[in-house]
């Protein structure tokens, strides 16, 4: 499945939100077990 945000997108939530939880709240996911494991990875990835 492609992801239906950009990197853009992400490091913009990332700024916002102090979780990634809160990330994902942002980018319209829900805060699940995959959400999360592909946002970290991704946010590990490019710091």
């Known amino acids: ?3 239906k945000y950009t990197l853009k ?3 913009e939530a990332v700024k916002c ?3 990634v939880a809160g990330v ?3 980018l ?3 805060p699940i077990g995959g959400n ?3 946002i970290k990875r991704l946010i ?3 710091n």
């Open 36 to 38: 999360y494991k592909t």
């Open 24 to 26: 994902l709240r942002q």
């Open 1 to 3: 499945m492609k992801a």
């Open 9 to 11: 997108e992400v490091q």
């Open 28 to 30: 319209n996911l829900r």
């Open 44 to 46: 590990f990835k490019h």
């Open 17 to 19: 939100n102090h979780s």
